[in-house]
């Protein structure tokens, strides 16, 4: 089994401009098994079906141990590298980041994404977010060697009504900042424009990592944008709970 450390380095080198890591977001053990088994090199947790499946909402709505609890059930069945979505970083101060980060790793993850809005609709001051993921990055480097830091960036939602411009501009100034503090890959859920996303992957230097819908475009399409990692949320297990629903009803309809 690898270590802890050599899942890390795995995980990293997974991240190329143009020949993404494709991530099908998982929520329990079961679902770890499964992607891992249809041929994953990687996996990634999604805070919201991981919420949805233990009866809490989204948006820090599940109790931290409880994440955890989840969490560490996955990576106890699967030697697959695993980032763990964490939100918020599930703390008021830097301190309290930094320790969740090190909670996280020690629950067996190799990555942690850290987001930089309140809601999705407003952004944290750009310095109090890069004072959390500096924090953060010495959290990971303490608990993991090569422990990735994906830093989440909600600008395209938060500055819906701005021009693209504009909208650029601050995701440039946040990406050059953001890697400054340690981060390693830069995730912009928000965006489902290709053109858009080719027009960041050209213009920040961290690797990007976005979010494609489960009957999104092409995988070829996002690398071709110079994307380096794809993830995808909450759609494969609304995915999964649709078969269920179609397969209940049959059988309650006969």
Same mark, same amino acid.
């Given at each position: 089994?690898?270590? @802890?450390?050599?899942?890390?380095?795995?995980?990293?080198?997974?991240?190329?401009?143009?020949?993404?890591? +494709?991530?099908?977001?998982?929520?329990?053990?079961?679902?770890? @098994?499964?992607?891992?088994?249809?041929?994953?090199? #990687?996996?990634?947790?999604?805070?919201?079906?991981?919420?949805?499946?233990?009866?809490?909402?989204?948006?820090?709505?599940?109790?931290?141990?409880?994440?955890?609890?989840?969490?560490?059930?996955?990576?106890?069945?699967?030697?697959?590298?695993?980032?763990?979505?964490?939100?918020?970083?599930?703390?008021?101060?830097?301190?309290?980041?930094?320790?969740?980060?090190? *909670?996280?790793?020690?629950?067996?993850? +190799?990555?942690? =994404? +850290?987001?930089?809005?309140?809601?999705?609709?407003?952004?944290?001051?750009?310095?109090? @977010?890069?004072?959390?993921?500096?924090?953060?990055?010495?959290?990971?480097?303490?608990?993991?060697?090569?422990?990735?830091? =994906?830093?989440?960036?909600?600008?395209?939602?938060?500055?819906?009504?701005?021009?693209?411009?504009? @909208?650029?501009?601050?995701?440039?100034?946040?990406?050059?900042?953001?890697?400054?503090?340690?981060?390693?890959?830069?995730?912009?859920?928000?965006? *489902?424009?290709?053109?858009?996303?080719?027009?960041?992957?050209?213009? $920040?230097?961290?690797? $990007?990592?976005?979010?494609?819908?489960?009957?999104?475009?092409?995988?070829?399409?996002?690398?071709?944008?110079? $994307?380096? *990692?794809?993830?995808?949320?909450?759609?494969?297990?609304?995915?999964?709970?649709? #078969?269920? =629903?179609?397969?209940?009803?049959?059988?309650?309809?006969?």
């Amino acid at each position: 089994m690898p270590t @802890q450390a050599e899942k890390a380095a795995l995980f990293a080198s997974l991240h190329v401009r143009g020949d993404p890591v +494709i991530l099908v977001n998982i929520w329990d053990a079961g679902s770890a @098994q499964t992607v891992a088994e249809a041929g994953a090199k #990687a996996l990634a947790t999604g805070s919201h079906p991981i919420a949805d499946s233990i009866g809490h909402e989204d948006g820090e709505g599940a109790p931290l141990a409880d994440m955890l609890w989840v969490l560490e059930r996955i990576t106890k069945a699967t030697d697959l590298p695993v980032s763990h979505d964490t939100e918020r970083g599930y703390g008021e101060t830097p301190d309290a980041v930094a320790e969740t980060c090190r *909670r996280v790793i020690g629950a067996g993850a +190799i990555g942690v =994404n +850290i987001e930089d809005s309140l809601s999705g609709a407003v952004l944290r001051d750009a310095d109090e @977010q890069l004072a959390r993921l500096a924090k953060a990055r010495l959290a990971l480097d303490e608990a993991c060697a090569g422990a990735w830091l =994906n830093a989440r960036c909600d600008v395209f939602n938060a500055m819906k009504d701005a021009s693209l411009d504009d @909208q650029l501009g601050e995701l440039k100034l946040r990406a050059e900042a953001y890697e400054a503090a340690g981060a390693d890959s830069l995730f912009m859920p928000f965006v *489902r424009d290709l053109e858009t996303i080719q027009k960041v992957c050209a213009s $920040v230097p961290l690797p $990007v990592n976005v979010m494609r819908p489960v009957d999104g475009a092409p995988i070829a399409d996002y690398a071709a944008a110079g $994307v380096a *990692r794809v993830s995808h949320g909450g759609s494969p297990r609304s995915a999964v709970m649709a #078969a269920l =629903n179609a397969v209940a009803s049959d059988l309650y309809a006969s």
